[in-house]
């Protein structure tokens, strides 16, 4: 049962164009979503993050839609840059809660 | 992903041995998660844990499993009577408090032969 879906298994992407990550969600408890990205070998990196009373939230070339009626996010990354080359994940929690629930992960490729 | 550590970062053993892999949560954390990774799947939250207490540990087996954070010194994931299915990378997350982002570890990687 994946309550946190991430339905592209990966992405390539022009450098210098829009990377548009997707995240589709089924527990309509859940109000806090995050963004990490990781790379090999490594543990994942906390981005940004979205509260459920927001539907948009912004950190330089990052920004995470929400979307809470077709319970789905997005994380838009712009420009794209080699460095953004990695797995991202999407996580949710309920009741801002610390029980993090993981999508599979998207692997972004940025293209020279 | 400077502040959250975790040893040894790989670690193999043979099956019905223990493992044990320690995490030092970030300077100023007190809550401190265990989360497994499959190869090509999403991270599975195990067991959250404050100083001395375990909080929740809904997402442990029942069974050879079990986690502590004592009061001096890192938390400890100690697995018993490894089997082959026990091989995943382990990974440690710390916060200051509940409900604020979770910042990771860079992993143990268990290997059983």
């Known amino acids: 049962d994946q309550q946190v879906k991430q339905n592209s298994p990966s992405l390539s992407v022009q450098e210098g164009r829009i990377s548009i990550l997707n995240c589709d969600y089924t527990n309509s408890m859940f109000d806090y979503f995050l963004w990490y990205k990781k790379y090999p070998a490594e543990g994942p990196t906390f981005l940004i993050s979205?509260?459920?009373i927001k539907d948009k939230n912004e950190d330089g070339r990052f920004t995470v839609f929400l979307n809470k009626s077709a319970k789905h996010l997005s994380l838009h990354i712009v420009p794209s840059q080699p460095g953004d080359s990695a797995v991202y994940f999407c996580a949710a929690s309920a009741d801002s809660n610390y029980q993090l629930i993981w999508g599979a992960g998207t692997k972004l490729i940025i293209k020279p | 992903n400077a502040g959250v550590m975790q040893n040894p970062r790989h670690l193999v053993r043979r099956r019905g041995q223990e493992a044990r892999l320690r995490c030092s949560p970030m300077?100023?954390?007190?809550?401190v998660y265990w989360y497994r990774q499959l190869p090509e799947e999403g991270l599975k939250f195990m067991v959250y844990?404050?100083?001395?207490?375990?909080?929740?540990e809904s997402g442990m087996p029942k069974e050879r499993f079990s986690a502590e954070f004592p009061k001096e010194g890192p938390s400890i994931l100690r697995i018993q009577q490894v089997v082959r299915g026990d091989s995943a990378a382990y990974f440690c997350?710390?916060?200051?408090?509940?409900?604020?982002?979770?910042?990771f570890g860079d992993g143990t990687r268990l290997s059983i032969l």
């Open positions: 997350a710390s916060s200051r408090e509940q409900g604020k982002p979770q910042h």
């Open positions: 979205i509260s459920s």
């Open positions: 844990l404050q100083k001395e207490n375990i909080i929740d």
């Open positions: 300077k100023g954390h007190s809550h």
